[in-house]
């Protein structure tokens, strides 16, 4: 994907205001970020200017992961084999029968099958029927921010930093399964039939750069796990901002693309630059 999509001659207009920050710091080179959406439609493109020419000037570009890796067979092989039950269990038997069978419902409206489920542990069926209903909605993996961005660093030979490994990602996933399957499917059940709405507003809101909504969506996503939110928001951003703070400190001038729920709200990864004395502004 190393061209931009096109705009079509019915897309929206672009945001009104880019999901992009500058942070600076007196002796620091300046950080730019930019919040991305994992999956993509076809009229965020092309960029921002304010994007392309932070992007342009930086001689590092962050991500929160190695997409190469995602992207190939082994890692797709070990994310199957995390994913799957031992032999002697099955899903249905961890749920109660009318869980399994509202699951059963909505798992056929999008294409998968009871049997397929039923091996399957149910974090790994809830990433994937999240998946397939997100690409329902019109949004598509392959038209995500980060992965159009670390094809076109790729392909330019400009220097990539990756915040985290593709296993790391994968074992928090996993954790997930912390929680009972019972309290996952439901959770998920929930998600699937607020996805239309969500992934709507959700546009929007990057549209628009509505840092504020934005915070206050993820929030409400989170309103009944906070555990959830401290393992994949507050944890990871204060692992990546030592990073990040690394990179500047050696002089480098830092890219960075994570998702935008990342970049706004409490104990995001702007919060953390704000409190270590750094100017963080967003981009008109």
């Known amino acids: 994907m190393e ?7 019915d897309s929206d207009p672009p945001p009104s205001r880019p999901m992009l920050w500058t942070a600076t710091r007196p002796g620091a080179p300046p950080v730019a ?8 439609v076809p009229d965020m493109y092309p960029l921002p200017p304010s994007v392309e020419n932070a992007y342009a000037a930086a001689d590092i570009a962050a991500f929160e992961t190695d997409l190469r890796q995602v992207s190939s067979p082994a890692f797709a092989a070990s994310i199957q ?5 031992p032999p002697n269990e099955s899903l249905p038997n961890k749920l ?11 798992a056929a409206s999008l294409g998968y099958s009871p049997s397929l489920l039923s091996t399957l542990t149910s974090w790994y069926c809830s990433s994937t029927l999240t998946s397939a209903a997100l690409r329902r909605n019109g949004l598509a ?7 159009y961005l670390f094809s076109r660093a790729t392909a330019e030979n400009k220097t990539i930093h990756c915040l985290e490994t593709p296993e790391q990602q994968l074992a928090l996933l996993a954790s997930i399964s912390a929680e009972s399957d019972e309290v996952i499917i439901l959770n998920l059940l929930d998600e ?10 959700l546009l929007t809101l990057w549209r628009q750069g509505a840092a504020a909504p934005l915070a206050r969506l993820i929030t409400r996503s989170f309103a009944d796990h ?4 401290e393992r994949m928001l507050k944890n990871r951003n204060d692992a990546w901002y030592s990073q990040l703070e690394r990179l500047i400190d050696q002089g480098h001038r830092v890219f960075v693309a994570v998702g935008a729920g990342h970049l706004v709200g409490r104990g995001s990864l702007l919060s953390l630059f704000r409190r270590h004395h750094f100017k963080v502004v967003q981009a008109e």
């Open 192 to 201: 699937l039939e607020a996805m239309p709405d969500f992934s709507r507003h």
């Open 226 to 229: 906070p555990d959830q939110r």
């Open 33 to 40: 970020f930019f919040g991305v959406l994992h999956f993509g």
């Open 141 to 147: 993996s392959t038209l995500g921010l980060d992965t």
């Open 96 to 106: 109660s029968a009318d869980t399994w069978q509202r699951l059963q419902t909505a």
């Open 81 to 85: 084999a995390r994913g799957a039950l």
């Open 3 to 9: 061209n931009a999509p096109a705009n079509t001659p």
